[in-house]
């Protein structure tokens, strides 16, 4: 391969285009060296951002044939081995553009301070004496300190990609999480109730914040971890808890699911019956039946004892 | 037009802690004003760790060793009586931070782990994995958050703006609207980072450090401190210049040359691979020019060897670095040893803080810290790991100092200076953009940058620091001209790479000045044609101040309090 093109949706501040630039292969080289070589030789007006070109400052993630990824440690050669010749390179998705690559993070900025994403002490612990900590506590936190704020998860959060007025960026749930599972932190709830309003039990579990990390932090077990969580501190007055607790009810006790009480516990009486119609044409396919309240499976005493083991291992 | 008491300017762990000190006091109106959004700052990057004495590992270790550790470090060249009171507040900054939320890495005890690092005689080093910059910087963000600091993002400082009275602000370009726009502020902190781009194409430091802070204090009138001191890291990848960090030989990692000899046995024998940064430096450079180095030219390397260690303490300790290599250098250290050279990495010199308990500089509620300040405690030779420590210690420093000036301060700038500079910056900047034809930013930033590695690097010369002073005023003259290649007020970031060229050539000037009338050798600045110290000419301080257009040259004596002068070895 002698030349490689990068096709770049553009945005000047009012319109969108598309431009291509080629440029002369180099082996060993990253998706940002293409960029900088682009600008430096080609194009100056191409936007894009970029600072520590080692993977830990954010600044550079960007989508190359749609899926987000660290510019200055993406391999150039990869991506070609896979793709061709030509790459597609566009701005994060979920992301108001600026200009070209560039997002605007300032909104985030403010969503993600709303879930409280700082350390409340526990009060035996001082600002002149700092903290105690094991370091298997501190393992419980390593994971999501890694997280670089680069907006990869959120470019590609099928949830988020439906609309933010219910849901939170996957990182924001990483940092509410840290500071749950903090052993510093007296103060779980507080961190907890602004995810919990706002999407924490809507995520869709497509994992694609997870595989698209480049820090492998993983958002969907942050997710999951709070929801226990919140479970376990009596946070159960909403639709995600109650449809846990319900699933986890009738498990216990016939090993299987009732669909018909389960509307019912998960979104409450009157709710549910708002859903009558849906409900109704399940009943007219002979795929609910309203009279029927399902007996306990073979071997209901094993998946009890599941139940209990696994509760017993989060406490 | 905005207003604020304090106004901080950079959002790395020294803008950030001081934007943190003066917002939680209450009261006072805090601004914090950075390039890019905060979290894409060069403390993220810090690997190794921050030095305190906690006495966790080795409770044995007293501030007095620190002491002693830092001021030989700086080759005697750092002021004691700022470094005794800096070690003297590390470990309660440090205390402090865990409190804030770092998550540091922890002992048996659950205390805050230390480890061994470069020039010290204990373990002191306190570290995350080896990520603890990013962990400082994004808790730092977090108090920020919590605080309500007021983020002015995607705004690059162009000047201070001063009138006869003292200090009314500054103007700064606003990114996103390609528009000049005054900030009145009662007190400024200038905190935005190194100069390390001067050696754009062989550093550790982000494409931000480009001395942006430096050169707007230097423009007014505050002088520049001991600009030629630069701190040269030994382990920076071969082909990028990225770093190793410290803790891969910290850790324990071997240095080879090409006859397979571990060869800091005949610069450092007792201290080996942990000797001070610019004599591993030094030792490296010294193997390739005589032809114990693998490749040529810029290419040449040596082997960081990390092997030995195995691969469960790779994996545990040192995984970033294992990443870094696999990436940039295509070698996975477990495996095999990784191809490194010296890459410029830290910026000693720096904005003259003259009252190291402040922040406070010569001009009135002016303050300055970290990297971009010169306190002076790292005098000619940086310890690893007293980065964070200064940044946390001074940057709170001057949140204080900035606060208390601020609320003391009844004057109420008049706007006339803010808007003579604002017009000026407009029209200078119009003129750039619309400028065709001339020389490329790029070309001229890659010609300083070799210019600098060649003739100003590790090894130093009378006569090729006089062709790099000649190179570096004709790349000047030349940048009077250049084009910057695109004409958008939105989001320009060739626009941006513009302005922060015009600050690395004025910081490299007064680099180059510095280093050709220091005529002896002194920690990271070392004379081939004066390979001795010098304590009865050059135990002071270099201070280039612009006067009109002319940059001139005095020197300030260093503060030395209890240890004289003696000679250094490890
Ligand atoms: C790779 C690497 C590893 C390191 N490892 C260690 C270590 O292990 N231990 C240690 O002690 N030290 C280490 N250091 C050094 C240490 O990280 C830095 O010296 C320190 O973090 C500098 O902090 P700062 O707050 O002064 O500046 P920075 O973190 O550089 O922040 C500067 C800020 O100013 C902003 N800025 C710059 N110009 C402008 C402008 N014109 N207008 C507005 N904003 C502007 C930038 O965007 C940035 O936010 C390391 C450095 C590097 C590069
Ligand atoms: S798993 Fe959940 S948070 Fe993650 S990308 Fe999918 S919907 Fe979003
Ligand atoms: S969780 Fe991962 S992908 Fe999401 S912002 Fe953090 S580092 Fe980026
Ligand atoms: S440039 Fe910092 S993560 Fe890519």
Request: hydrophobic share 40%.
């Amino acid at each position: 391969m002698e030349q490689v093109v990068y096709r770049i949706r553009r945005f000047d501040g009012e319109k969108e285009f598309w431009q291509e630039y080629s440029f002369a292969h180099e082996p060993n080289k990253t998706v940002l060296w293409g960029l900088l070589k682009i600008k430096e030789t080609a194009d100056p007006s191409l936007a894009f951002v970029a600072a520590c070109r080692s993977a830990v400052c954010g600044a550079c993630a960007v989508r190359v044939n749609g899926e987000a990824v660290l510019a200055c440690e993406t391999p150039l050669d990869a991506l070609l081995g896979r793709f061709g010749a030509t790459l597609v390179l566009e701005p994060l998705g979920n992301f108001p553009v600026i200009r070209d690559l560039v997002v605007d993070w300032e909104p985030k900025a403010v969503r993600l301070a709303e879930a409280k994403p700082w350390l409340m002490p526990r009060d035996e612990f001082s600002a002149e004496a700092g903290c105690r900590q094991t370091q298997a506590e501190f393992k419980k936190i390593n994971a999501q300190t890694n997280c670089i704020l680069c907006g990869s998860c959120a470019s590609e959060c099928n949830k988020l990609s439906t609309g933010d007025d219910d849901f939170y960026e996957p990182f924001v749930y990483t940092k509410a999480g840290k500071f749950v599972a903090d052993s510093r932190d007296g103060a779980a709830a507080e961190h907890l109730r602004p995810v919990l309003a706002r999407g924490l039990w809507k995520c869709v579990h497509c994992q694609e914040c997870v595989t698209k990390c480049p820090k492998r932090v993983a958002p969907a077990e942050d997710i999951a971890a709070l929801r226990r969580e919140s479970i376990r501190q009596g946070l159960t007055d909403n639709p995600g808890a109650r449809h846990a607790l319900a699933f986890a009810g009738d498990i216990t006790n016939s090993g299987r699911l009732n669909e018909t009480t389960m509307a019912v516990k998960t979104d409450g009486l009157l709710k549910s019956a708002t859903r009558l119609p849906f409900a109704l044409r399940l009943l007219r396919r002979g795929k609910l039946n309203p009279f029927h309240f399902p007996a306990p499976v073979e071997g209901i005493d094993g998946v009890r004892a599941i139940v209990k083991a696994a509760k017993e291992a989060k406490e | 037009m905005q207003t604020f008491d304090v106004l901080v300017i950079g959002s790395g762990g020294a803008g950030m802690r001081a934007a943190l000190e003066a917002g939680a006091r209450g009261g006072l109106s805090v601004g914090l004003m950075t390039k890019m959004f905060p979290t894409r700052s060069a403390t993220g990057m810090a690997q190794g760790g921050i030095n305190g004495v906690l006495g966790n590992a080795d409770p044995t270790d007293t501030v007095d060793k620190h002491i002693f550790d830092t001021v030989k470090g700086s080759d005697y060249l750092g002021d004691q009586d700022a470094i005794a009171f800096f070690c003297g507040q590390a470990a309660a900054a440090i205390r402090e931070i865990d409190y804030y939320g770092v998550p540091f890495s922890r002992d048996a005890k659950g205390q805050i782990a230390q480890r061994n690092f470069g020039g010290q005689s204990a373990p002191r080093t306190c570290f995350s994995a080896d990520k603890t910059g990013h962990v400082i910087l994004h808790t730092m963000y977090e108090q920020c958050l919590k605080h309500g600091v007021k983020m002015l993002t995607d705004r690059q400082l162009l000047d201070l703006a001063v009138d006869g009275d003292g200090l009314c602000g500054v103007v700064a370009l606003d990114i996103r609207t390609g528009t000049v726009v005054p900030v009145k502020a009662k007190a400024v902190v200038v905190a935005t980072g190194g100069a390390g781009r001067m050696y754009w194409s062989r550093t550790t430091n982000p494409f931000t450090s480009t001395a942006d802070g430096m050169a707007a204090c230097f423009r007014a009138s505050i002088p520049l401190k001991d600009p030629e001191m630069v701190q040269f890291h030994p382990t920076g990848l071969a082909g990028t210049g990225i770093l190793m960090s410290e803790a891969s030989r910290a850790e324990g990692g071997y240095l080879y040359n090409n006859a397979g000899e571990r060869f800091m046995a005949r610069y450092a024998p007792e201290k080996m691979e942990l000797a001070t940064r610019d004599l591993v430096s030094q030792a490296i450079e010294t193997e390739i020019r005589e032809g114990r180095g693998f490749g040529e030219g810029m290419n040449a390397y040596v082997l960081l060897d990390l092997r030995h260690l195995g691969r469960e303490k790779i994996l545990e300790r040192l995984p970033g670095i294992r990443d870094l290599a696999i990436t940039f250098e295509q070698v996975d250290p477990i495996e095999a040893p990784i191809p490194i050279r010296p890459s410029c990495h830290y910026t000693m010199g720096g904005v003259d803080v003259t009252n190291f308990r402040t922040g406070g500089t010569a001009l009135a509620g002016l303050f300055a810290a970290g990297e971009a300040a010169c306190v002076s405690i790292h005098g000619a030779n940086r310890l690893g790991g007293n980065s964070l420590a200064d940044i946390m210690v001074f940057g709170k420093c001057a949140g204080v100092g900035a606060a208390d000036y601020a609320q003391a301060q009844s004057r109420e700038a008049g706007d006339g200076a803010l808007m003579a500079k604002t017009a000026e910056w407009e029209a200078r900047l119009a003129a750039a953009m619309a400028r065709g034809g001339g020389p490329a930013v790029a070309s001229i930033r890659d010609r300083l940058a070799e210019a600098m590695w060649n003739k100003v690097g590790i090894f130093r010369r009378g006569a090729e620091m006089e062709e790099a002073a000649a190179i570096v005023d004709g790349l000047a003259a030349e940048y009077e001209r250049c084009a910057v290649g695109d004409d958008s007020r939105v989001f320009n970031t060739a626009l941006v790479n513009y302005v922060e060229l015009g600050n690395l050539l004025a910081m490299a000037k007064a680099a180059v000045l510095g280093a050709i009338n220091r005529t002896e050798s002194r920690g990271c600045h070392l004379r081939e044609d004066y390979p001795a110290r010098d304590d009865v000419n050059f135990l002071k301080h270099t201070l280039v101040t612009l006067a009109g257009a002319q940059y001139e040259l005095s020197y300030r004596p260093v503060v030395v309090t209890e240890h004289q002068p003696a000679e250094r070895r490890y």
